[in-house]
């Protein structure tokens, strides 16, 4: 649009084009400015390289990946610097985009690249988190392009070469052709797409996971603009239309409808279990072609929710977590003739509004010039809408500053607390946004970690590494059956399973193979040790489990209790149904009497909200090995496993108490699967650690446990007990969300008994700090006698002695606060943020409700930040004294001054290849141990595909620990000399 007075200029909207990064172009054709320049603004459109010439990578200097990101970006660039003379103004730029191209938009929100380079945007039906828009590694698809086209080579040099030789069309065709039928779920799916350019010797546009940088990354703050159409996987119906018994086959190959970003083995039984959820959810577990709604309807709401709705929900709602701009969201629900993506699709019989239709009311295209409507037909109406909400956007930040007659509505600003969106249709209506049921209902146990994968040239590129299979490991040779008093043992016509009775019926677990030294174990997996604390039994004390008559099949791991996994990205897993112990025992029948094992309980870490007894993390491999029987278990956490009213209903330490349950199992029942309940070690990290002293300060423990290690955690960290006032102000908030104000504790007690799982779960995150406790352990004295777990702080009870004098090992890390020092280490400018604003960050980590916090934190500043050491370092001790070494070092000089038990101190400093917790917190550069990186000298850690070579320091260190650690077990002190 040519302006002929430059004094005024014109917002500008910039578009960026769809096609999944694959095809599309900015053509007139399809994005005509007729609509949108008529309201007084410069439409730029642009074409950007797409397919292997847009996004192959080789992750290395020389083809790092995402050109056509950066195509778009030098495209702002240029409009930066020359749009003043086509009457625009550089300094009011809409960036917004459909699909690919809304995608792009939330890309350049968290791309350093971008910054400045645009004041608002809007993204149309694309999230960076969508599964087409983000692989995180594309370099061996580069490699297959090159085989097939005739070149099989492991040089990068030799391949990029060569490529640059290819025809185009050749090479785009072949760029197709590289996917598996595993890696192309319901059909549909791309090799070459946007992933990190760590590698690239100019600028890089995405440093670190787009999960990340939504969560943590320095985001481009401008107003935004968000949405969906309401039935968006109509895209999918030409696939549907055109592949012979489409519907058949997807009815038995379903696990291919599973998103490309589940964190599951594509040929584990665990996708068929995932497959069979979501299948349940949308089809009620029926074949396709008998089921009595419409099929299609289904698949398509399916797909809806797989291919966008999920993602795009998740994004928003994390960005309005961190967003200080105003976030608007919106759904196009209206179907009319401007709408033509339905009638390509071959879909016009369909109710509802395809992916793209919206873009006909906003630009004129080829296909709807001809269409003619008077001024007052829906449709019109519709189109004026959308046209006058985008550019009024473009203008002042507000899609509807001012109601009038065709915005007749107000649009409020989507916020973490308010989820309302604009429904679109033909009339507008403020409706209130909720998260997609069937994410609750369908995702479970499978963390997803950010590790570093290894190159040939070192740790160089933070990926996704996906769950590695649960598939059994092959039993060995069967052993003999045979006389044994201590094991109530039923022969079984399975050559892999085993039976054994417990006092509440008979369990099946089934034989593995230690992976270092081939011993022969039994495995028993979510033995229920409690009644399922649901309905009435909610936020009670664990109840005696009910009885089974039968076998109870032990051979699968566990749903873990609910709660929020929040790395590297946040959603619901697990379920209340989740008091479970898992038992792993080397004692199997033998001819001759076999003795008594000692025994090993495992607490899990999680900060008392998150964890889970899952084996595919902690394997208990390398501790079977040295003939200790090693149990671990579920216990309920979060508002779950600790809400206290303080009072006789809900006095609090539910979870702790779950523990004690689980102990009082292991007495009645371990001897029958080989182990000796009077010698039973309980261990754990973290907020596992702390629970093995907070069971040496509780009455209800005694005499549950004989010895105890508490790695990385203690009941005087700040993040390890909450007082008994905020609990209650905590129980009490909550309930206000559900409800009008109350201070009557039965009336909040029902409104949080009678929430979801997923409600409790989901808000408690709103009363989070960086630096402290939300909900945890307090004293729960007005339980009464017998049924109190914690009668006194623990402070109080340590000093006066009051604790079981056991043998104790108590240790940390040496450097625990790598842990929360990621955000610091992956987005540049808040380290340099903190390095400019040290005393005040240091006020941060102290809280601001100490008395003379200030104060506190220059003399923190004095003792940490005066020596030659690098500022990090500094910062990272003062991070692991704060919430680690402080507390672990009093809990320690307290029980040596009182136990007359011997008391055992350590630190664990070893740096290796399998300190998998400091890669995960991008901390690999540093010295030293993070929190956690002791675990995998443990345990096998199978999820994260930790390999400790024998010969190898890291084995050594391996074996040493576990030594000490079973001979501690064994006999209740170290093992000396060699």
Same mark, same amino acid.
């Given at each position: ?19 999944a990064f694959y095809f599309g172009s900015g053509s007139s054709r399809f994005y005509g400015a007729d609509y949108l320049v008529d309201q007084g603004v410069v439409l730029v459109t642009i074409n950007y390289r797409l397919g292997a010439q847009g996004f192959l990578s080789l992750e290395n200097a020389e083809v790092p990946g995402n050109a056509g990101l950066k195509d778009q970006v030098m495209a702002l660039r240029w409009v930066r610097d020359n749009i003043q003379m086509f009457g625009g103004d550089p300094k009011k730029v809409t960036i917004f985009g459909q699909s690919a191209g809304g995608a792009s938009v939330q890309y350049h929100i968290l791309s350093p690249m971008s ?212 976030? @608007? ?17 071959? #879909? ?26 008077? &001024? ?17 956007? #473009? ?16 649009? &409020? ?190 607490? @899990? ?88 002293? @907070? ?19 203690? &009941? ?18 909550? *309930? ?29 995150? *709103? ?39 056991? &043998? ?45 916090? @200030? ?124």
């Amino acid at each position: 649009l040519f302006n002929e007075d430059k004094s005024i200029l014109k917002p500008v909207m910039f578009f960026i084009h769809g096609g999944a990064f694959y095809f599309g172009s900015g053509s007139s054709r399809f994005y005509g400015a007729d609509y949108l320049v008529d309201q007084g603004v410069v439409l730029v459109t642009i074409n950007y390289r797409l397919g292997a010439q847009g996004f192959l990578s080789l992750e290395n200097a020389e083809v790092p990946g995402n050109a056509g990101l950066k195509d778009q970006v030098m495209a702002l660039r240029w409009v930066r610097d020359n749009i003043q003379m086509f009457g625009g103004d550089p300094k009011k730029v809409t960036i917004f985009g459909q699909s690919a191209g809304g995608a792009s938009v939330q890309y350049h929100i968290l791309s350093p690249m971008s910054k400045g380079l645009f004041h608002r945007a809007i993204s149309m039906s694309g999230s960076v988190l969508n599964p087409w828009s983000f692989r995180n590694s594309t370099r061996e698809f580069a490699f297959r392009m090159g085989e097939k086209l005739g070149l099989k080579t492991e040089d990068p040099q030799e391949l990029v070469r060569f490529l640059r030789q290819v025809n185009s069309m050749e090479l785009t065709k072949t760029s197709h052709e590289v996917l598996t039928p595993e890696e192309t779920p319901m059909n549909f799916g791309f090799p070459l797409l946007p992933t990190l350019d760590l590698e690239s010797d100019a600028e890089v546009f995405l440093a670190t996971h787009p999960k990340q940088l939504l969560q943590f990354g320095d985001l481009n703050d401008v107003p935004y603009i968000n949405g969906v159409t309401s039935d968006e996987g109509l895209l999918a119906m030409n696939i549907l239309n055109e592949v012979p018994d489409a519907l058949k086959i997807l009815d038995k190959e379903f696990e291919r409808s599973i998103p490309l970003d589940f964190p599951v083995d594509r040929n584990s039984e665990e996708v068929k279990e995932i497959a069979n959820k979501i299948k349940r959810f949308y089809f009620e577990d029926r074949p396709f072609v008998t089921y009595n709604g419409n099929v299609f309807v289904r698949i398509l709401k399916m797909i809806s929710d797989i291919w966008f709705f999920k993602d795009i929900n998740a994004a928003i709602q994390k960005l309005s977590e961190r967003y200080k701009s105003p976030i @608007y969201f919106y759904k196009f629900s209206f179907s009319g003739p401007f709408g033509i993506i339905k009638r390509l699709l071959g #879909a016009e019989k369909m109710q509802g509004v395809a992916h793209g239709d919206d873009l006909g009311y906003l630009f004129r295209m080829i296909l709807t010039s001809r269409i003619t409507l008077p &001024p007052e037909d829906p449709s019109m109406v519709t189109l004026n809408r959308m046209v006058k909400m985008w550019t009024n956007f #473009a203008k002042t930040g507000n899609p509807i500053p001012q109601e009038d007659n065709l915005l007749n509505v107000p649009w &409020p600003p989507y916020t973490k607390d308010n989820h309302t969106y604009l429904n679109i249709d033909k009339e507008l209506t403020k409706l209130l946004s909720s998260s997609p049921k069937w994410l609750i209902k369908c995702r479970i146990d499978v963390p997803v970690f950010v590790l570093r994968q290894s190159y040939d040239a070192g740790f160089k590129l933070a990926v996704i590494r996906y769950a590695r299979s649960m598939s059994n490991r092959e039993a060995g040779k069967r052993p003999k059956a045979g006389k044994y008093p201590e094991l109530d043992l039923i022969q079984t016509e399975f050559y892999e399973s085993i039976v054994v009775r417990t006092t509440d019926g008979l369990v099946r677990g089934k034989y593995q193979t230690s992976i270092r030294s081939n011993v022969t174990f039994a495995a028993f997996m979510g033995i229920p040790f409690a009644r399922p604390p649901i309905g009435p039994l909610r936020f009670e004390p664990p109840q005696p489990v009910e009885p089974w008559s039968g076998v109870f099949n032990a051979t699968e791991i566990s749903p873990p209790c609910s709660q929020l996994l929040s790395f590297p990205s946040v959603f619901f897993i697990g379920q209340e149904d989740c008091l479970h112990i898992n038992v792993y025992t080397p004692q199997i029948p033998t001819d001759e009497l076999g003795k008594s094992l000692p025994v090993m309980v495992w607490i @899990y870490g999680g900060g008392f909200v998150g964890g889970s007894s899952n084996g595919t993390v902690y394997g208990a491999d390398y501790l079977i090995e040295e003939e200790v029987v090693v149990v671990s278990f579920n216990y309920r956490v979060g508002l779950l496993g600790f809400l206290s009213l303080q009072n006789e209903d809900v006095p609090g330490n539910n979870g702790l108490k779950d523990q004690v349950q689980a102990l009082e199992w292991v007495q009645m029942n371990i001897r029958n699967f080989g182990g000796n309940p009077n010698r039973v070690t309980i261990f754990g990290q973290s907020s596992g650690g702390a629970s093995v002293l @907070y069971h040496t300060l509780s009455p209800l423990s005694k005499g549950l446990f004989q010895q105890g290690i508490a790695q990385s955690g203690s &009941p005087l960290a700040p993040w390890a007990y909450q007082t008994q006032d905020s609990c209650v102000n905590l129980a009490f908030e909550m *309930a206000n969300r559900l409800g009008p104000e109350t201070c009557d504790k039965r009336e909040v007690l029902k409104r949080l008994r009678n929430a979801t799982a997923e409600w409790l779960v989901d808000n408690i995150g *709103a009363f989070t700090t960086g630096h402290e406790a939300f909900v945890g352990p307090t004293v729960d004295a007005v339980a009464g006698k017998g049924k109190t777990f914690l009668p006194d702080l623990p402070i109080n009870l340590m000093n006066q002695g009051k604790f079981h004098n056991v &043998p104790l090992i108590i240790g940390m890390t040496d450097k625990e606060g790598i842990l929360m020092t990621y955000p610091l280490m992956s987005i540049e400018l808040m380290l340099k943020y903190v390095i400019r604003n040290l005393q005040m960050a240091l006020l941060f980590l102290i809280g601001d409700k100490l008395r003379d916090g @200030y104060g506190l934190a220059i003399e923190l500043y004095k003792e940490y930040f005066t020596n030659s050491e690098p500022l990090m370092l500094q910062y990272i001790d003062t991070l692991t004294d704060i919430y680690f070494g402080n507390s672990v070092y009093c809990s320690t000089k307290t029980y040596v001054q009182s136990s007359t038990a011997p008391v055992f101190s350590y630190e664990f400093e070893f740096n290796g290849t399998a300190n998998v917790m400091k890669k995960i917190f991008g901390g690999d550069q540093f010295p030293g141990a993070c929190h956690g990186d002791e675990l995998p000298y443990l345990f096998t850690f199978e999820r994260f595909g930790i390999k400790i070579i024998p010969g190898t320091p890291e084995y050594r260190t391996s074996a040493r620990i576990i030594k000490l650690w079973t001979n501690f077990a064994k006999t209740g002190g170290l093992p000396q000399g060699k």
